[in-house]
């Protein structure tokens, strides 16, 4: 698919391609309930060369995203709207029940109720019957994507070391929880965060 995407982003330019990835949530918020930078970056050089901009529109080169991030663009993906993303539903006292807990964020429409459609039947087939089968759990059915960035790095025997993503939400028609796993530094192809993704879904 990078063939695909390299393309298209060529066509588009990265200024476009980026725009649509902000409104997504990449680089977006710097932190998350203050703890701790959860923005990655889009570098924004309309004048990069072809090659430089063919990198960054696979998710490669000066592009950098957080499995935070990783997880809103998934979930906006399934549902069109942008949300705030929350680490807790609320906070328990051990008495009382839940303190703190607000309703569901509604969120910004950031793509249509078309694109929005579209974007389901493929990251769901990405789990039916695509690259993402290991992620699929027994019950209900999710929706998500594979992706594989390269380090640059390589062990002794010579393999190159990858960061393996699964990333995705959990029912797909209906999404409770957006979940991105990252494998650092995975020597080759691993199933990790696949099988990692469907245990959380599980779970």
Known sequence: CNCYFIKLGLELGLDCVFDTAEKLGISRDKVLYGVGDCAGSLPRAS??????????????????????????????????????????????????????????????????????????????????????????????IAGGKTATAQTGRFTDEGTELNHIWFAGVYPIDNPEIAVAVLYDDAPGESPCAKEAFRAICEE
Do not use: W
């Open 47 to 140: 004048h990069y060369p072809p090659s430089m901009t063919a990198n960054c529109v696979i998710g490669q080169g000066d592009v950098l995203v957080t499995p935070v991030e990783a997880a809103r663009m998934m979930l906006c993906a399934a549902t069109g709207k942008c949300v705030r993303l929350r680490a807790v539903l609320g906070f328990y006292d051990g008495r009382t029940g839940l303190l703190d807990a607000s309703a569901r964020e509604e969120g910004e429409r950031v793509l249509s109720e078309e694109t929005t459609e579209k974007m389901r039947i493929l990251l769901r087939a990405c789990v039916e019957s695509g690259t993402g089968k290991k992620a699929a759990p027994s019950e209900k």
